[in-house]
């Protein structure tokens, strides 16, 4: 477990506050602040997005990001022809399925909720366990995963030699590579393009100085996200995605959801007891249009899943109202789709093979 | 069957054809048409595809045009939340799914390949055997149909009710309405934005008037698809879509594809033994984009479409040259996709109810 000692100390003194009884809520409120104090304090805690998460480990290349576009849309790739990566990272869902877990090939249910694909090349860890380190990691491993089903990568490597147009995207993609088309280079390739898929929002504009790009209610959102707590964890450019936590800090949280188990989280990745219910921070951004909510879709609506987060990690009670305050800063950080995600691409046609 | 007299004629010139052995290929050779004669030709034919498919029964208006586009992609109303329209009618696949036969929610797999969306209001019929006569009775059918899996409409209501962003678009697409969440509004809707989606290509262009739209090898294609006889059967706007045909008239088609079984086709819906094997004559634009092909799927390249179209039912073998020159010739029928197809539009957030 990863706990920052800005988080530990905030955990330390809600839990203090906790034996202090009903003294929580007014301790937790703060003076309100003026704009700039406000803004100070936002610029503090959250950063603008950059315009791509590029890595030096794989150039973001037009070439790349235009055939990891095309591969991120094709169905024929999976075992049963039915899932691409576009199957549950749906652009009419900002990049999610509306799932509490997806649904892959042959009928496979997956154990937890799919996390968008927006901006998530710049979190430290993918999937809700954090087990794979990029984006680029978990598109090709996913080819041989339950969702796309496929029994090995020379299966997957035969499927996409039997469609004749992607031949010449591959090489240009990678010209340096005497065999192009290999499952590391569909991860490259996805990669490249998933690291273009970040979202400005007006939270954007907002924070390098534009005090107004927030209306007053999302400003006094932003107010109570900072006093009570939810920025200890949400920050950073995703607001989230930045750290993994223990989920249920203050109460079980199976008990406060709709859950159907108590997963153990990232200790079944690292075999940590101190990782038991340790999941990964989840990245705020379009968090308004990526329902439903938490590792396991547990929770529908948003003011929900916000008095969930506020009861079981620091013990607070919100009202009605103020989550509604918080939804309202939430709101606005949905941000502009990618055109070349909201648009699919044409993919080349032609002869697929059959399921081995 | 619905056999018109003007391809019975055919038919049976090309039964007699067939007593003479090898004087068949000779006699369906014509002397090459002047351009002039050509585009005359193909203009007897053929017509240009209008702007929509618009009908008096379900007017194409914006508002409706709107709401259907948001319904054609949400996988929500399924009852696993898998399926929506765009899983089998992929954007990036022209309207297809790459699939012999498409599957559904629960691991479905559909006896028939899913044809394409596009310009398919154009139609005499929807579906393989025309078994439903509009649009709009398609896509209100297939709430309850294996693919959506539903028990029943009251769910599909219950489902669309329980995504507080559809009450108003609803309610501005039918605004005389005191219920405008229905099935049936579903159905309207969501035919209503297929109406829309016509592909109008440089075939189209060539049709009125401009002959070097087309380049001389597709001309030359387009010159053999009128002497070979295709267009007896694939005409009119569609190129296509306009008739219901015996599939196999020379020769068991089962024996010319990779079926894995002899559909009865529309015999099953008419119950007459005249429409044993018979089949709607399938649009042939943007064919080159949507393999496989047939009915059933079983047939992978077009090239091989083509010749097995012309021998079970001219009776013809055509040599590789002849079918890459027709080949070309149907290239030419891939047209642009609509803005409103290529982009998936933005749901409205929201909660949705558990399967039953």
Not at 150 to 158: E, F, L, P, S
Request: charged residues 20%; proline residues 6%; contains cysteine.
């Amino acid at each position: 477990m990863t706990t920052n000692p800005a988080r530990l100390c905030a955990i330390v003194l809600m839990a203090v506050q906790g034996v202090f009884g009903s003294a929580i809520e007014a301790s937790a409120e703060e003076p309100l602040k003026t704009d700039a104090q406000l803004l100070a304090a936002a610029q503090k805690q959250f950063r603008p997005l950059p315009k791509d998460a590029a890595t030096a480990d794989n150039p973001v290349t037009p070439e790349r990001v235009s055939l990891g576009r095309k591969l991120f849309f094709d169905p024929r790739i999976s075992d049963d022809g039915t899932v691409s990566c576009h199957r549950c990272h749906l652009a009419s869902l900002y990049g999610c399925d509306g799932l509490a877990g997806s649904i892959g090939a042959h009928d496979f249910h997956a154990p937890r909720n799919a996390p968008t694909v927006l901006n998530s090349a710049l979190q430290l860890a993918i999937h809700w366990r954090g087990e794979l380190k990029t984006v680029e990691e978990q598109a090709q491993k996913a080819l041989i995963g339950p969702a796309f089903a496929n029994k090995d990568y020379a299966t997957v490597v035969a499927r996409l030699k039997a469609i004749p147009g992607y031949a010449e995207p591959f090489q240009k993609a990678f010209p340096d590579d005497s065999n192009p088309i290999s499952e590391k280079n569909w991860g490259k390739a996805i990669g490249a393009y998933e690291r273009t898929l970040v979202t400005p929002s007006r939270f954007d504009d907002y924070l390098v100085g534009k005090s107004d790009s927030l209306s007053p209610a999302e400003r006094h959102g932003l107010q109570l996200f900072l006093s009570v707590g939810c920025a200890d964890c949400h920050n950073g450019v995703g607001i989230g995605g930045g750290s993994f936590e223990k989920f249920g800090v203050v109460e079980e949280y199976w008990k406060a959801t709709a859950s159907k188990k108590n997963d153990q989280g990232r200790k079944d990745v690292t075999q940590q007891d101190s990782d038991q219910y340790v999941f990964k921070v989840a990245i705020l951004r379009n968090v308004a249009m990526t329902a439903p909510y938490f590792h396991d879709g547990s929770v529908k609506n948003l003011p929900d899943a916000v008095k969930v987060m506020s009861r079981v990690q620091i013990g607070r009670v919100l009202s009605d109202d103020e989550a509604t305050a918080i939804v309202a800063f939430l709101q606005a950080l949905t941000g502009t789709l990618p055109r070349d995600f909201a648009e699919s691409p044409t993919l080349p046609p032609g002869s697929y093979i059959d399921s081995p």
